[in-house]
């Protein structure tokens, strides 16, 4: 069994190989490399230093991907039968490079001992060229994931290897997503090298320039928008003077108890605003149902339960833990396995609850309880196992409801028509509709239709009692179809 040495070639010429990496890649038999194509390469063929490159496999594979993942396989194979290789790459091998990534985790399977030595990479003298700190914030990336993260305009970006002008021009359209057409970019070309180039652009038009390649990065300055960052501060502040002595005399003696009705109420709103699609609206009533947030936060704090703080740590933690496919080691395939996931973490967490129907709040609204009680419970397995029986319980139960209406035993009435709206609840989760959001349209629409004969009656002159039902059944009729 070999071993595997892996070294960085600088970023530019030789000159800025460190003369440990120079030691071991002149003893090497042979030298293997990822790409001749480096300037420091000319000042090992002068030393006439014997390598082997893997530029052949840019051609025979479809994508980088798979480019480098032959590559990796190759090292680790020539380490496994004996070799003691070392392995060069261009710049530092820690900083963009995804063969040693990929070689680490090989050998790692194999068993086969690795080192790392340590190299100079671009961006020191990137740093240098721009007069930039990393301190203060900077995102690394390759061309080629670019798309797969989120960008973050708040700090500055180095985009590695941009290759070739259809590279190019993919970055400028993910860049486009979030920064103007004509943001002011930084082209960086050759760095180190007699003929480097450092050009400032607009952004649209970093794909024309006719010197890119393997050597062209590119450097995204952080946007300023002028606009302060975000922070609960100035509402925290303002209700913790509401509350204290001196403050507001009704906000001074509410309970966490008092305040539900209140926090209801919000959260409606906030739901009416989504479904009126009415951004200006919805912006000022998620303002409302945070500071109802904020407002129990401020009471915890006050007798020591709990801070705002304690609150926001909370709910991120859980968030991370239950994401486990953006965060961890886990892979799903689709939103389905998301969920399943999700349930599966979310039972492990709630392991002190005794039955499978705890955690249902009891002051959830009628129609929302019932469809989560038969979730819970069909989770488990007890449910139907297809919608026809559901059909049929229907039908029974609107029986039994009518023999109930006969007699005059009102408490049976209410339990036969309880019953009857449970089937239904049960019947819209087979038909994977909200009972609740169907409820609240039909409210709606009914409200709406309401109101325009409401308006013909008043128009009339008339009132209510001067309209027969046919002629209001008419204006009703003429509002179904408006």
Known sequence: MGSINIIGLGPSDGGLITKEAWNLLSSAKPLRLRTKYHP????????????????CMYEQQESFDAVYAKI?????????????VVYAVPGSPLVAEETVTLI???AAKKNINIKIYPGMSFLELLYARLEVDPINGMLVTDALALGQQPFDTSVGTVVTQLYDAHTASEVKLTLMDSLPDDYEVILLHRLGLADEKIERMPLYEIDRHKEIDYLTSLYVPKQSTGQKSFTLTPLMDIIKRLREPGGCPWDIVQTHKSLRRNLVEEVYEVIEAIDMNDPTLLCEELGDLLMQVVFHARMAEETGLFSMQD?????????VRRHPHVFGDVTVKDAGEVLMNWEAIK??????????????????????SAYKLQNKASKVG?????????WEKLAE???ELQQAAAGSDKSAVEEELGDVLFTVVNLSRFLQVDAEMALL???????????YVEKQVKKSGGDWKSFSLDQLDDFWNTAKKL
């Open 311 to 319: 609150v926001v740590d909370g709910v991120t933690a859980k968030l």
């Open 40 to 55: 420091a390469v000319r000042a090992i063929e002068e030393a006439k230093i014997n390598f082997i490159s893997y530029d």
């Open 104 to 106: 680490r985790a090989m």
């Open 382 to 390: 007890f449910d139907w196992p297809d919608i026809k029986p559901v």
């Open 72 to 84: 990796s396989e190759s090292v680790v194979n020539c380490a496994a039968a004996g070799e003691e």
């Open 441 to 451: 349209t039909s409210s709606r629409k009914f409200r709406q239709r309401f109101s």
């Open 347 to 368: 039972r492990q967490e709630k392991q002190y609850r005794k039955s499978v129907l705890d955690g249902i709040p009891k002051d959830l609204p009628s129609l929302m």
């Open 397 to 399: 139960e609107i029986k």
